[in-house]
């Protein structure tokens, strides 16, 4: 079956503007997770999602914010961009049962210039 | 919250040997210890997971050790191979609740020398 889609895979923006990420889970998951990947600080959890609600939040600014539509499909949005929001965005799928496997998607790469 | 410690950054090795990475984490509720391997240009994908009710676990060459009391864990790898070239993850969270958010250690490359 089809893993978990990610679009797009790399944009470059600069500061002070948004940007909208998309991430389609495996048919049938309804959790959707996403982490932030720096070479620094390493993976970093932003939030997760499951039946359209928030059900979990990381350490991020409010300038993080994202959502989950009917279909399980989600998108993350970062607005005001900084520099140091450059990384690697990954999204992670789950069957959302507890401590259940998470699938990755490939990541959108954010450059802020 | 919880803190994961992962050691070392980069371990290298010849095809062949054998190759252990460790992981320390805070928090005493944690019950569920995942690893995951990420190659070039992918996303992390489980190799191995384990949960606090057992002490170790086994997957062909791939093998987990949990001590609790200790709060660490280790990942080992036998007989390496060329493609066990990689970075690996160790992860920990409380499974009591919904899926809680993983909190990742930083990541061992490991390098397979042939």
């Known amino acids: 079956k089809a893993g978990v889609t990610q679009t797009p895979r790399y944009l470059i923006k600069t500061r002070g503007q948004q940007v909208t990420l998309s991430c389609s889970p495996i048919?049938?998951?309804?959790?959707v997770s996403w982490y932030q990947q720096t070479p620094g600080q390493g993976l970093q959890f932003l939030f997760e999602y499951f039946s359209e609600t928030q059900r979990n939040k990381g350490n991020f600014p409010g300038r993080f914010s994202g959502r989950q539509f009917s279909n399980s499909r989600s998108e993350m949005n970062v607005s005001t961009l900084e520099l140091g929001d450059s990384a690697l965005y990954l999204c992670?799928?789950?069957?959302?049962?507890?401590?259940?496997?998470?699938?990755f998607g490939e990541g959108s790469r954010l450059t802020v210039l | 919250g919880e803190n994961v410690e992962q050691h070392p950054s980069t371990l290298s090795v010849q095809e062949g040997d054998s190759a252990v990475i460790k992981c320390t984490y805070s928090?005493?509720?944690?019950?569920?210890f995942p690893w995951y391997k990420q190659e070039l240009g992918k996303g992390p994908q489980l190799i191995i997971d384990i949960r606090s009710n057992v002490g170790e676990k086994k997957d062909q060459r791939i093998a987990v050790t949990l001590n609790k009391t200790a709060k660490h864990f280790s990942l080992h790898i036998t007989e390496t191979q060329p493609e066990d070239s990689a970075v690996y993850f160790c992860a920990a969270t409380y499974s009591g609740g919904g899926a809680d958010g993983l909190t990742f250690g930083k990541g061992t490359h490991l390098i397979i020398q042939p």
């Open positions: 992670a799928s789950s069957t959302g049962t507890v401590g259940g496997e998470l699938f």
């Open positions: 928090d005493s509720a944690s019950n569920y």
């Open positions: 048919s049938g998951h309804r959790s």
